[in-house]
């Protein structure tokens, strides 16, 4: 059995050679079959594929093709690698995620990945995006990257972190000891700003009107600091005999809904909602729906996730089942739909509230002395 060696091809295309050996190449990867001077092939090479360390040819280029990636030993038996450690797939071509995610979490190659946890932390007020439920990715960027569809990383699970998600996390709040400059000086909850703006017959806004948005149905999903996303009922703007009479109801609604939300992750919260019409220079009235979302309970009273608007139609067999908001998709000038942070919160959001040790085995805190509940936000004795 001949020796595997590397030496460039025709087309700038490392190709593997063994002794007494041809060479194949199919598509832009290389493959090898050995043979001796007789009629009796030996076992086939395994397949090359991207290095991920080689050393530069004499035009300085990096990461050329190599058996198993450099990063494992052929088996001339079967033509498979045996990866090294930390490497895996097709020619030890992906990178392995670590301690498999520990089962609390999937392995996601690298343009997968996403920016921030909730789409508002990109996209905010942006002119040519239509509200988004995703977070942004790059996919785009990272395919002209040399380790694109090779490097990977976990995404964790709700309510575990790290690396590998391998911690539980323990519940956060602001800490109760945190002192202000002055006595009266004021306290600000963070307020988000949630504007939607009907289509229109042209789907720009010009003629939409406020009946637009009436008995028809939508959802808002908060994703906490903990990573865990809940979505609230359907919210229906339900007409009523005058404007503000329709407000109410819905701001109602609103309130009720993201405090009936699972496991005290929103404990108190207070909504404005408005209902009018925005002058532009391209149409004269634009129907809009606007809510004003201030947290105002102990368990979100510091920085939180944007909340998403779930404004698509979501019919039978889908939850919650949605008739759907027909909003703005195109903006000659001004804004589509949009979320974003109004007033930033200077309140805190640590883990524990800083008045305790977070047991990342159980995702239970273990408040100090003095300090009790499940955030170590209460304050068992004067000190």
């Known amino acids: 059995m001949g020796v595997c060696f590397i030496v460039p091809s025709?087309?700038?295309?490392?190709?593997?050679?063994?002794?007494?050996?041809?060479?194949?190449?199919?598509?832009?990867?290389a493959r090898i079959r050995t043979h001796q001077r007789t009629s009796h092939p030996l076992p086939p090479a395994a397949a090359l594929q991207i290095a991920w360390v080689d050393t530069p040819n004499k035009a300085g280029k990096f990461h050329r093709y190599a058996e198993?990636?450099?990063?494992?030993?052929?088996?001339?038996?079967?033509?498979q690698c045996a990866c090294f450690e930390?490497?895996?797939?097709?020619?030890?071509?992906?990178?392995?995620?670590?301690?498999?995610?520990?089962?609390?979490?999937?392995?996601?190659?690298?343009?997968?990945?996403?920016?921030?946890?909730?789409?508002?932390?990109?996209?905010?007020?942006?002119?040519?995006?239509?509200?988004?439920?995703?977070a942004k990715t790059f996919s785009d960027a990272a395919s002209h990257l040399w380790d694109n569809h090779k490097s990977m990383a976990c995404v964790c699970d709700p309510g575990f972190t790290d690396v590998d998600c391998s911690r539980r996390m323990c519940p956060k709040s602001n800490d109760v000891m945190n002192e202000r400059n002055g006595f009266f000086?004021?306290?600000?909850?963070?307020?988000?700003?949630i504007t939607l703006y009907g289509a229109g017959p042209s789907g720009n806004?010009?003629?939409?009107?406020?009946?637009?948005?009436?008995n028809k149905s939508f959802a808002l999903t908060f994703k906490s600091t903990n990573n865990e996303s809940f979505t609230t009922i359907p919210l229906y703007v339900m007409e009523k005999a005058t404007t503000t009479a329709t407000e109410a109801a819905l701001r109602g609604a609103i309130k009720v809904a993201l405090k009936s939300l699972p496991n005290k992750v929103i404990t108190d919260v207070d909504?404005?909602?408005?209902?009018?019409?925005?002058?532009?220079?391209?149409?004269?009235?634009?129907?809009?729906?606007?809510?004003?979302?201030?947290?105002?309970?102990?368990?979100?009273?510091?920085?939180?996730?944007?909340?998403?608007?779930?404004?698509?139609?979501?019919?039978?067999?889908?939850?919650?089942?949605?008739?759907?908001?027909?909003?703005?998709?195109?903006?000659?000038?001004?804004?589509l739909s949009f979320v974003k942070e109004q007033v930033a919160s200077d309140f805190q959001n640590y883990e524990c509230g800083r008045r305790g040790k977070c047991d990342y085995g159980s995702g239970v805190c273990d408040c100090f002395a003095g300090f009790t509940g499940e955030a170590c936000t209460v304050q068992t004795a004067l000190i």
């Open 271 to 335: 909504v404005g909602v408005t209902l009018g019409y925005e002058q532009r220079a391209y149409a004269s009235a634009i129907a809009f729906l606007n809510l004003v979302v201030e947290f105002t309970g102990a368990s979100t009273m510091g920085p939180q996730n944007l909340l998403v608007v779930e404004a698509a139609p979501c019919g039978t067999g889908c939850t919650p089942q949605l008739t759907g908001l027909k909003l703005m998709s195109t903006a000659p000038n001004g804004t």
């Open 205 to 214: 806004g010009t003629n939409s009107v406020l009946s637009d948005f009436y």
């Open 10 to 29: 025709v087309l700038g295309v490392p190709l593997l050679l063994g002794a007494h050996g041809t060479r194949i190449l199919s598509g832009n990867v």
């Open 68 to 79: 198993c990636s450099g990063k494992g030993i052929c088996d001339r038996g079967t033509g």
């Open 185 to 193: 000086a004021q306290s600000y909850y963070q307020t988000q700003n």
């Open 86 to 134: 930390g490497f895996g797939g097709k020619g030890c071509q992906r990178m392995n995620c670590p301690g498999g995610c520990s089962g609390h979490g999937t392995c996601e190659y690298m343009e997968e990945l996403a920016f921030g946890a909730v789409p508002g932390l990109y996209w905010g007020e942006k002119s040519e995006q239509e509200l988004a439920t995703d």
